[in-house]
């Protein structure tokens, strides 16, 4: 998966191991539908920001502007 950060692209690298509560559900985002690409979506965002807890809030903008490399507001 490619971000953008700052004009420069870059790869970001997930495997499919999510992480999970006790209970054995999905312990960040979800989907109704049985969709995995949501999860590791959020996994290399949560990566490139350091970990789940820096990912945590902001904006949908400023997300889509790193997934695109274009300005949005």
């Not at 690298?13 to 969709?35: H, N, Q, R």
């Not at 590791?40 to 949908?60: M, R, V």
Request: hydrophobic content about 40%.
């Amino acid at each position: 998966m490619f971000f953008w950060v700052n004009g420069y692209k870059y790869g970001v690298l997930v495997d499919d191991y999510l992480p999970v509560k006790p209970d054995g559900t999905l312990a960040f985002s979800k989907s109704k539908k049985p969709e995995i690409w949501i999860c590791l979506l959020e996994k290399a965002w949560a990566k490139l920001q350091g970990c789940y807890e820096f990912a945590d809030g902001g904006y949908a903008h400023i997300v889509a502007q790193h997934l695109t490399g274009c300005a949005s507001y």
